[in-house]
């Protein structure tokens, strides 16, 4: 494949696309604030941040989909906004129309809601083509067919014939970067492109946006996560309310990061070097920034007088902090100490939980087969595995919502699974279930005072002041304000509605919590605050956790085991340690590969 | 219809129940300018008002009486001194109109609620009393929905007898299977739904559950379908009193009076236009109404 438009000396020609003080304000709300970066050919560009900080309307405007159509009108002014020559500030909408998908290409986090779900992959993919006339009709099928290879879709006759409920997440993610490359676009931005993914398809992505940035292509890569950005981005910009709080070569920043902003990104990675660590800033009480002030002021435990009211400069390392942090310093900040772990090898005391070869079919496919594990009072178990691989069902197994075909649960060595629902409910409060979407475990009529005392009153504590007393106990213990007691669930951020869904799992005070991939919805800052949470009831009330994710980092950095989960069956049960420093089964290995740590990468 | 487009925007949440009366509501803190409510929905809720002042204190529109006769006014075109005319017997049609309001309204609220009633019961037991109860009724449900519900109301109210109560629950009949239908289904949802199995596995006692989160749910949608149904009842009922099958004469109700009408079409069309005209409009109205407040609700769980 070669490159459309042969690049002039590199040296010598401005870069592929320049900005300069951009800004971008919805009405009275400045969503983007004086933000500029310059990318080249062949160069990728990480732009970080947490949602709301701008990163996502700074790629839209790029491709001019900020404008029309917006509820609020969008106000986008900048000194500079060049692309390969084009004034970008002064194209027509049909200028635009000539540009986008052609010259630019996007490609959008959820590949579902992106294509068409009423027209086949390959008639997607040939869409740029044919609207901006690059390939004759007779020649399109060819054309998506060499696409859909290259972006590495196997099967790419059968697969362009199919529509986008029957692929898999990973392959529709490559056939909506299969259509944004259809017409060879010189610069490629990429919005959250691999967070919906499990692990390995996430490193299969990126590998290939790796290798399009080596043939050429220009990539504007937008992400929450640094742990993604540090595998491919040869530079990144931070992004915090609006304003770039900190740029630098992609190896510089994530080895030494010198704003404080960076540093709690950073920090809330978590992984083998974050274990017994906080992973958010202790929330601090601070007086809010004026409007001149530095944006991150409100949150930064080294906010003085100055940062709260004059905006820092960018200094020569590219951070705009009146405080930046000196090199070689460590992000991490140590947690109180976890008690010693209480686990005895021996079968001197009964586990909490004991899931003895269980199995489970659902229309002739068996989806669970032969697991077995047991979990100790106190211990956390972390389960791991892709999409599809049983995790969810074996954790609706052992909270007793769906009965196994085969094998049994025991729970304090008495049966479990095996019980009629009725003789089963006494023991229901010991098992608690936190979900991945809280939202849809909360009764959509229920106010959050009322979700809590609906667990509260399980306990048999009496109506009115005692019960409510109970229940702004329980927010305050997951951290919420009592004011969100009359609120609705629909109400709160997805942080603070895990927060709520935590609080009524603990009312009944159980013994074990199943956590069932509580933070992969979650940004990672809030991720952040949710996993700190969780470890530090583990710690106050001696939880055991059965904890499912499919991402390492956060099972590394709170699990004492590890089980490992593939197609139904575990395929290897360790200690952390162990587990991580020599997997022993070949998935195990290959699931590591596809989670190198920030910094290591290519 | 504009004001119909559903919007990624959470609403207030208003229970479902309540929308019908309160549509123009305050939006949510976070909702963007608003735009302008339409015209059809204040005309609607203007007429709703009119409506239930008649139903309830029809004395108040209206001093003439609506039963006593005039032989010597029989049939006096509209006027200043009979706004809508008199009918044969002299008796004043406005306040004969305003005065069949509440029979008329009546009908239709007792025929709507008694097949809500019905609905729910069958819908939740088809949705948890297992596979039997479920193909049963669920086959029965389909017979009757194979039949016009106005025949099906027809073939009850003849076997039940003339009178108000048999003409609701005649129409109730003809309407229970289709709410049944929706409850069952959403029951199903529910059922499977994270917030039941929250509940489950808090150890909430099945007819607890079912109370407290199952029927509430379950029900929403039906409700606001109910306001669209409350509109097709009217009718319905109206149709049966038409036919002489519903209030004796000489209670004034629309359909009934309508009826009468229909003889003097020739000579005295104010006869007949007039009650036709106030169960068209009434129709109309719980329409607009509904649609908003199914528009609404459909927002409120999409949110």
């Not at chain 1, 504007?220 to 304003?243: K, T, Y």
């Not at chain 2, 193909?135 to 109210?157: G, K, N, T």
Request: aromatic share 4%; hydrophobic share 45%.
């Amino acid at each position: 494949m070669t490159h459309p438009a042969a690049p002039g000396t590199p040296e010598s020609s401005p870069p592929l696309l320049a900005v300069e003080g951009l800004d971008v304000s919805f009405g009275p709300v400045r969503a983007v604030q004086d933000v500029s970066f310059a990318l080249d050919r062949g160069e990728c560009l990480a732009v970080v941040g947490e949602s709301g900080s701008g990163k996502s309307v700074t790629a839209r405007t790029l491709v001019g989909l900020t404008g029309a159509g917006g509820r609020v009108p969008a106000a986008v002014s900048a000194r500079r906004l060049a692309f390969d020559g084009l004034d970008l500030a002064t194209l027509t909408e049909a200028q635009w129309r000539e540009v986008r998908g052609r010259r630019i290409g996007l490609v959008l986090q959820d590949a579902l809601v992106s294509l068409d779900p009423l027209r086949t992959v390959g008639a997607e993919i040939a869409e740029p083509l044919r609207v901006h006339g690059l390939a004759t009709r007779a020649a399109l099928p060819a054309r998506v067919r060499s696409l859909l290879e290259r972006t590495g879709v196997p099967e790419p006759q059968r697969r362009a014939a199919q529509y986008a409920h029957q692929l898999s997440g990973g392959l529709r993610q490559r056939a909506l970067i299969a259509s944004a490359l259809a017409a060879e676009p010189d610069l490629l931005i990429a919005d959250e492109p691999t967070t919906a993914l499990d692990v390995t398809v996430q490193a299969q992505v990126l590998d290939l946006l790796d290798e399009l940035r080596g043939k050429g292509t220009a990539l504007l890569l937008i992400s929450h996560d640094l742990s993604v950005v540090g595998r491919l981005a040869d530079r990144v910009a931070v992004m915090f309310g609006g304003r770039i709080v900190e740029t630098g070569p992609a190896e510089r920043l994530l080895a030494e990061p010198r704003h404080p902003y960076t540093r709690a990104l950073l920090a809330a990675v978590p992984g083998a070097r974050t274990r017994g660590t906080r992973l958010a800033p202790e929330p601090a009480g601070r007086p809010p920034a004026s409007p001149g002030g530095c944006p991150y002021a409100a949150r930064c435990a080294a906010a003085d007088d100055t940062c709260r009211s004059t905006l820092p400069p960018v200094d020569a390392l590219g951070s705009r902090c009146w405080h930046p942090t000196a090199a070689g310093a460590s992000v991490l900040s140590v947690r109180e100490p976890d008690p010693a772990p209480t686990v005895v090898d021996g079968a001197d005391r009964t586990a909490l939980l004991d899931v003895d070869r269980i199995g489970r079919s659902f229309a002739g496919r068996p989806v669970v087969r032969d697991v077995s594990f047991r979990l100790h009072a106190g211990e956390t178990l972390g389960l791991v595995g892709e999409s599809g691989s049983g995790k969810t069902t074996t954790a609706r197994i052992v909270l007793g919502l769906e009965r196994p075909d085969t094998g049994s649960v025991l729970l304090d060595g008495r049966p479990w699974s095996e019980l009629t629902e009725r003789r089963r409910r006494p023991d229901r409060l010991r098992i608690q279930a936190v979900q991945q979407d809280p939202l849809g475990s909360f009764d959509p009529r229920f106010t959050v005072e009322r979700l809590v005392a609906e667990a509260v009153a399980r306990t048999g504590v009496p109506r009115g002041e005692a019960r409510r007393h109970r229940v702004t106990e329980l927010l305050d213990q997951v951290g919420l304000p009592a004011a969100l007691l009359a609120r609705r669930p629909t109400e709160l951020s997805g942080g603070q509605r895990q927060r709520v869904a935590i609080a009524r799992a603990l009312a009944p005070a159980p013994a074990l919590l199943v956590c069932d991939e509580p933070v992969s919805a979650l940004d990672l800052s809030v991720q952040a605050q949710i996993l700190d949470l969780l470890a530090d009831l583990r710690r106050e009330l001696g939880l055991a956790l059965l904890f499912i994710s499919h991402d390492l980092g956060v099972v590394q950095h709170l699990a004492d085991r590890v089980a490992v989960m593939k197609d139904g069956r575990l395929v290897e049960t360790a200690t952390v340690d162990r587990l991580f420093a020599e997997p022993a089964d070949p998935y195990t290995r290959r699931l590591l590969a596809a989670t190198a740590p920030v910094g290591a990468s290519r | 219809m504009a004001h119909t487009t559903v919007e990624p925007v959470p609403g207030p949440d208003a229970a479902p129940d309540a929308v019908l009366l309160k549509a123009p509501e305050v939006p949510a803190p976070a909702a963007p300018a608003r735009r302008r409510p339409p015209l059809a929905l204040l005309l609607a809720l203007a007429a709703l008002a009119l409506l239930l002042v008649a139903a309830l204190a029809p004395g108040l529109l209206s001093s003439a009486s609506p039963i006593e006769t005039h032989p010597a006014e029989a049939l006096t075109p509209p006027g200043a001194a009979h706004w809508f005319g008199t009918d044969q017997l002299g008796r004043d049609l406005f306040a004969r109109v305003l005065h069949g309001a509440r029979p008329s309204l009546l009908l239709g609220l007792g025929a709507t609620a008694f097949a809500i009633t019905g609905g729910t019961l069958l819908g939740l037991a088809a949705a948890l009393g297992g596979r039997w109860a479920d193909q049963i009724l669920m086959r029965l449900a389909d017979v009757l929905l194979s039949l016009p519900p106005i025949l099906l109301a027809l073939l009850a109210v003849t076997v039940l007898g003339t009178g108000s109560l048999n003409v609701m629950l005649a129409i109730a009949i003809a309407f229970v299977p289709g709410y049944a239908r929706i409850v069952r289904a959403e029951t199903l949802v529910v059922r499977r739904s994270g917030y039941v199995e929250a509940a489950v596995g808090l150890g909430l006692p099945r007819p607890l559950l079912i109370v407290r989160h199952v029927l509430p749910n379950a029900v929403g949608p039906m409700l606001v379908l109910a306001t669209v149904g409350f509109g097709t009842a009217l009718i319905a009922a109206a149709g049966l009193s038409f036919l002489g099958l519903g209030p004796q004469p000489p209670s004034p109700e629309w359909g009934a009076m309508l009826s009468q009408g229909r003889r003097f079409l020739a000579t005295a069309w104010w006869v007949g236009v007039f009650p036709g005209a106030a169960i068209t409009a009434t129709a109309l109205v719980v329409n607009v109404l509904g649609r908003r407040a199914q528009a609404r609700f459909t927002r409120r769980t999409d949110a």
